[in-house]
C-alpha cells in the first residue's frame, strides 16, 4: 500500500480507503447502498487491514448513526490500528439545532460520535457541508476546543465550495486555530468538476482530497454501456436522483475507452477509473466502498500497477469537459498559461 500525506498535515493516509456508508442500511438512500452488519463489517475490515488499508471513513447521518456504531464494534480491539475518519453538520432530526456547525451542534455531535464509534478520539473530523449561519470564528474556535481537549485529532471538510474553504482557512490563520488539512470531495472521469478551482486550491493551500464516489456514483462500474438499460439489481435505479448529475453521452464515451484499456491491461474498468484518480494532483486517498468481500477485492486491485501516460491522455481526452467562466477564456489562450496554468 503506498501511503500519502493528507494535506500538508504529518498524518500519513492509505492512498485507498474505506468508506462504511454500507455499514447499517436505514433508510431509503443507505439502504440502497448496503445493509452490512456487525458480522461482515468486521471481514471487510479484517481484509483491508491485511492490505494496509487503514483509513475508515462514515457520518453520522449515514443510516442514523447506525454505520458509525458497526464501523465501531468493527474496530474493537483494534483501535490502534485504524484511522477513523466521520463528518458532522447535516441535519440528523428536526430540531432547531439539528444541523449545521454551531458550537451546540458540533460539542454534541462529538460525544454521540465518540460514543457510537465507541473511542475516545476522532482522527480526522470534517464538516459535511457549509454552515452560512454560523460565523466561521464559532466553528473554528469550537474545532479549536475539541482538539485541544483530545477528542478530535484533526479537522477537515466535504462538499465546500472554493470560497467558503477558504475563507476558513483564512480565519484558522488569523486566529490560530487548527486548518482544514482534508477536503472531501466527489471527484471521478464522469465527474472533473473538482479541477477548477478547488483542486488549485488544495495545491496553493495544502488541503488533500479524500475521493468520495471515484466510480461515478456507479456508473463506472463496467455495467452500465451505451444503447443498453440498467442492469437488474443496479443502485441507481433508486440512488441516481441523489448523486451528482452526468451526461449521458459522456459517459458512454468515457465507458467505451475504459472498455477498450481493459482489453490491453488485463484490468477491469473499475480498477483503471480508481488508478486515475490515483495519478491526479491533491489527491491523498480514495475512497472505495463495497458490499461484499468480492467488490472489496476488485476494487483493492486498483493499486500496484500504473497506467501508461498514452493511456492516462486517452481518459484525460475522452473525459475532458469545459471550463467554465471565469476559467475557460485563460485556458484557451496559450499567453496566458504562465499567468493561471492549469492544475493537470
Same mark, same amino acid.
Given at each position: 500500500?503506498?501511503?500519502?500525506?493528507? @494535506?500538508?498535515?504529518?498524518?500519513?493516509? =492509505?492512498?485507498?480507503? /474505506?468508506?462504511?456508508?454500507?455499514?447499517?442500511?436505514?433508510?431509503?438512500? /443507505?439502504?440502497?447502498?448496503?445493509? +452490512?452488519? *456487525?458480522?461482515?463489517?468486521?471481514?471487510?475490515?479484517?481484509?483491508?487491514?491485511?492490505?494496509?488499508?487503514?483509513?475508515?471513513? +462514515?457520518?453520522?447521518?449515514?443510516?442514523?448513526?447506525?454505520?458509525?456504531?458497526?464501523?465501531?464494534?468493527?474496530?474493537?480491539?483494534?483501535?490502534?490500528?485504524?484511522?477513523?475518519? +466521520?463528518? !458532522?453538520?447535516?441535519?440528523?432530526?428536526?430540531?432547531?439545532?439539528?444541523? @449545521?456547525?454551531?458550537?451546540?451542534?458540533?460539542?454534541?455531535?462529538?460525544?454521540?460520535?465518540?460514543?457510537?464509534? @465507541?473511542?475516545?478520539?476522532?482522527?480526522?473530523?470534517?464538516? #459535511?457541508? /457549509?454552515?452560512?449561519?454560523?460565523?466561521?470564528?464559532?466553528?473554528?474556535? +469550537?474545532?479549536?476546543?475539541?482538539?485541544?481537549?483530545?477528542?478530535?485529532?484533526?479537522?477537515?471538510?466535504?462538499?465546500?465550495?472554493?470560497?467558503?474553504?477558504?475563507?476558513?482557512?483564512?480565519?484558522?490563520?488569523?486566529?490560530?486555530?487548527?486548518?482544514?488539512?482534508?477536503?472531501?470531495?466527489?471527484?471521478?472521469?464522469?465527474?472533473?468538476?473538482?479541477?477548477?478551482?478547488?483542486?488549485?486550491?488544495?495545491?496553493?493551500?495544502?488541503?488533500?482530497?479524500?475521493?468520495?464516489?471515484?466510480?461515478?456514483?456507479?456508473?463506472? %462500474?463496467?455495467?452500465?454501456?451505451?444503447?443498453?438499460?440498467? =442492469? *437488474?439489481?443496479?443502485?441507481? #435505479?433508486?440512488?441516481?436522483?441523489?448523486? =451528482?448529475?452526468?451526461?449521458?453521452?459522456?459517459?458512454?464515451?468515457?465507458?467505451?475507452?475504459?472498455?477498450?484499456?481493459?482489453?490491453?491491461?488485463?484490468? %477491469?474498468?473499475?480498477?483503471?477509473?480508481?488508478?486515475?484518480?490515483?495519478?491526479?494532483?491533491?489527491?491523498?486517498?480514495?475512497? !472505495?466502498?463495497?458490499?461484499?468481500?468480492?467488490?472489496?477485492?476488485?476494487?483493492?486491485?486498483?493499486?500496484?500497477?500504473?497506467?501508461?501516460?498514452?493511456?492516462?491522455?486517452?481518459?484525460?481526452?475522452?473525459?475532458? %469537459? %469545459?471550463?467554465?467562466?471565469?476559467?475557460?477564456?485563460?485556458?484557451?489562450?496559450?499567453?496566458?498559461? #504562465?499567468?493561471?496554468?492549469?492544475?493537470?
Amino acid at each position: 500500500m503506498d501511503y500519502r500525506r493528507l @494535506g500538508s498535515s504529518g498524518l500519513k493516509v =492509505p492512498a485507498l480507503s /474505506f468508506g462504511a456508508g454500507t455499514f447499517g442500511g436505514k433508510g431509503p438512500l /443507505f439502504s440502497a447502498w448496503g445493509a +452490512t452488519d *456487525e458480522v461482515e463489517a468486521r471481514r471487510l475490515i479484517d481484509i483491508c487491514l491485511e492490505a494496509g488499508v487503514n483509513l475508515f471513513d +462514515t457520518a453520522d447521518v449515514y443510516s442514523d448513526g447506525a454505520s458509525e456504531e458497526i464501523l465501531g464494534a468493527a474496530v474493537k480491539g483494534r483501535r490502534d490500528k485504524a484511522i477513523l475518519s +466521520t463528518k !458532522i453538520s447535516l441535519p440528523i432530526g428536526d430540531g432547531p439545532n439539528d444541523a @449545521g456547525s454551531s458550537r451546540a451542534r458540533l460539542v454534541n455531535g462529538v460525544e454521540d460520535a465518540l460514543r457510537r464509534l @465507541g473511542t475516545d478520539y476522532v482522527d480526522l473530523m470534517q464538516l #459535511h457541508a /457549509f454552515d452560512a449561519g454560523t460565523p466561521i470564528e464559532e466553528v473554528l474556535s +469550537t474545532l479549536d476546543m475539541l482538539v485541544r481537549s483530545g477528542k478530535l485529532r484533526y479537522v477537515g471538510v466535504s462538499n465546500f465550495a472554493g470560497w467558503q474553504l477558504m475563507k476558513s482557512l483564512a480565519a484558522a490563520d488569523r486566529y490560530g486555530y487548527p486548518r482544514y488539512v482534508a477536503n472531501q470531495v466527489y471527484y471521478s472521469l464522469a465527474g472533473r468538476d473538482y479541477e477548477w478551482e478547488l483542486m488549485p486550491l488544495g495545491l496553493d493551500q495544502g488541503v488533500g482530497a479524500l475521493v468520495w464516489s471515484p466510480l461515478g456514483w456507479g456508473r463506472l %462500474t463496467g455495467k452500465i454501456r451505451r444503447g443498453q438499460p440498467w =442492469p *437488474e439489481g443496479s443502485r441507481l #435505479h433508486d440512488t441516481a436522483d441523489f448523486g =451528482p448529475p452526468v451526461d449521458d453521452k459522456k459517459l458512454y464515451d468515457i465507458v467505451e475507452v475504459l472498455d477498450a484499456l481493459a482489453e490491453e491491461t488485463g484490468k %477491469t474498468v473499475p480498477q483503471i477509473a480508481i488508478n486515475w484518480l490515483l495519478r491526479r494532483p491533491t489527491v491523498s486517498s480514495v475512497i !472505495i466502498g463495497a458490499r461484499n468481500e468480492e467488490q472489496l477485492r476488485q476494487n483493492l486491485g486498483a493499486i500496484g500497477w500504473a497506467l501508461s501516460t498514452e493511456q492516462v491522455s486517452r481518459l484525460d481526452a475522452v473525459s475532458a %469537459t %469545459t471550463a467554465p467562466y471565469p476559467y475557460f477564456p485563460y485556458y484557451r489562450q496559450t499567453g496566458f498559461a #504562465h499567468i493561471n496554468p492549469p492544475p493537470v
